[in-house]
């Protein structure tokens, strides 16, 4: 579902809003996590030789951009192309009318997800992408990548809009799956929080839901955005 960012990106731009919300604040909240709780981690980041301030800052956010990266990577496989895909379907399948209420089971949980476009403005949108594209399309995946190309490409505007919702919900997506693996915490070796475990797991996997449910409402408005702003930039040429 979410796009090659960077390669929609001008070429000369190598560090962006994306970098700063779905890497580094996500990985810094998950470092940060583990040197309060656990007493290990903390002895061997205090065994470390004494760095200038700036080389401390450096390598600080150094090591939390790559755990950021493994976190998105984490969240990517398992919270949307293994667990929303598969429970609760994309958001432009049921904007477009083409999810199956019988296939996915969870999606009443999520109530702003059922919601869809009115008929007219489902056919008028597939009838717009097939003059332009020259097939009939079944897919949503299909669907959206091929309206982010052509947003991005002939309307900005839209382009812009929809990209700082993607910013939006990769930190929310990113920061839901830190705080679920944050619920680990407490069983792994170490533990010396003030907390104790049972009220962290709670809390935790509380904000981790939240979290989630954040991202499906910022994803949808993200979808939307590209969706309309499809029709928008087709007719401008018309």
Known sequence: MEPKLKDSIASNVTFWAYDIFGYLLPGLLILAA???TNCRLRNIVTEF??????ASLAVLASVAYLTGHIVAALSSVVLERSFLKHAIGYPSQWLLSLA????????????HYKSAYSAEFRDHFLKLFEQTFG????DSQDIFMLCWSYVSISHPNAYKRATHFLELYGFSRNVS?????????????GWN?????????????????LMFKNYTKLLRRCDDEVIRGFVVATKAKQ
């Open 34 to 36: 583990a040197w309060l």
């Open 100 to 111: 199956d209420e019988k296939d996915y089971k969870l999606f009443k949980l999520f109530g």
């Open 135 to 138: 097939f009939k399309p079944t």
């Open 177 to 189: 799956m830190v705080f679920l693996l944050l619920c680990l915490l407490p069983f792994l070796p």
């Open 49 to 54: 030789p004494n760095m200038e301030y700036l």
């Open 193 to 209: 929080s003030f907390f104790a475990t049972m009220p962290w797991f709670i809390f935790c996997l509380l904000s981790g839901l």
